[in-house]
């Protein structure tokens, strides 16, 4: 426990200090208002943490030239090669923005473990979450004791949705765009309510938001719009899936992207590189070649060893079940994960066999670090296992978000696998003694083994 946790953990049991209900007695913000918190933040080294959004950024940067490196920029065979469904190729290799790099932006969920942080996926898309829990710092800040113990560490935050708005400023071909969030036909009504914290951070950014789904979309005269609205930014909550049938929305978008008259953020091409199969690429052996040697040494202390699962391969995970983890490539929210340490290895042998057809990756198993959090209600200390959300723009790294669930909870942290999964966010020390599992310059996971 690095020395910032443990003083604070300390103070929150001591009577008297404050800090154990500094959260209950935030003022938050409307966008947070109806968040699940957990009872403190963490705390993270600064250099450490940096360190791993650093190496975040250069395996971004390769895996969205990934393509190129392997493929000869053949955008169908890339995706083939991830067991992508077929009729998906096409419009991938039509939308595809061809002699351009995929947008650098999204969120990488990581585990922090005794050799630092560990990537689970990397989600680069406009449309992810936690922009919100950005705020949090500020509301804490105005509580006095927690200012106080701020103070005492110089503690820093970065306030996520200022980089974001910032970023859709730069992109935007107006000074004051519009920006949409559009999502799949059908959608909007389901995710109205999940997507109002993040419209409220962005709309406090002093930015226009309007909400619309492909069915809105059209052109006119080279420009975009959304219902009645001209927009300049689309935010993009859709996939690659829901353009079937809808081409004549995604035509619309991309014929103004091109004009210069509007921007899709993110990009289709995004949806090549979210997809869990390229963090396989990545980490197959065959990837050595088209590597240098500052990519190699960031994908060998980030990456934990990652496979696209073949029938050759399913022996070997059963034998490995206890250490090994299977993912769908293209699932979210935690569907479709299965932890062999969590299954009977009968169970185990059959969804190995069941999913080695394609679209599903084996993943060495992270053992987390766990966080103690006080429960100021009880006094009682427990400890919480944390999903790191580390965000990365263009200008680099653009703040986190924190999903966490007690460590007697299941093997998947999610808001919509548990109810008792709950947010935070993380500050940054930045200076001091390098605490135990931050990420030091040398330290490296076998990428070749589980």
Known sequence: MDEVTARYVELCRADGSGLSAAVAEAELPAALRDARLLARPLFADEPGLRSAAEDLLTLFDVLVTLPDRLFDGDIERYWAALGGEPRLGPPLRRHVRAGRPADRFGRADLYRDEHGFALLEFNIAGGVGGFELGELPRSLEAVPAFAAFAERYALRHVRTAERVAETLRA??????????????????????RPVAPTVAVLEGQGLEVVLGELGDVRGDAGKLFVGTARVDVALRFFTVDDTIGHEDALDAITRAHEKGTAVLWTGLD?????????????????????????????????????????????????????????????????????????????????????????????????????????????????????????????????????????????????YSTSTETLATVAFTRPVGDQPTGDQPADSARAVVSP
């Open 171 to 192: 992109v935007a071909p107006r000074p004051s765009p519009v920006v949409a969030l559009v999502f799949a036909p059908g959608a909007l009504p389901r995710y109205r």
């Open 270 to 414: 995004s949806a090549l590189f979210t997809n869990k199969g390229a963090l396989a690429l990545l980490s197959d052996p065959r990837c050595d070649a088209v590597l240098s040697e500052r990519e190699r040494r960031a994908t060998e202390r980030i990456l934990p060893w990652t496979r696209l699962l073949t029938a050759p391969l399913v022996d070997r995970c059963v034998e490995e079940r206890e250490r090994t983890i299977l993912k769908p490539c293209r699932g979210f929210a935690g569907s479709g994960v299965v932890a062999g340490w969590a299954c009977p290895e009968r169970e185990w042998r059959d969804v190995l066999r069941s999913s080695a057809g394609g679209g599903f990756v084996v993943q060495r198993r992270v053992v987390p670090r766990p966080e103690p959090v006080v429960d100021p209600g009880t006094g009682v200390t427990e400890d919480w296992t944390p999903v790191w959300g580390l965000f990365v723009t263009p200008d680099g790294y653009g703040g986190n978000a924190i999903r966490a669930q007690r460590a007697t909870g299941g093997d998947v942290i999610g």
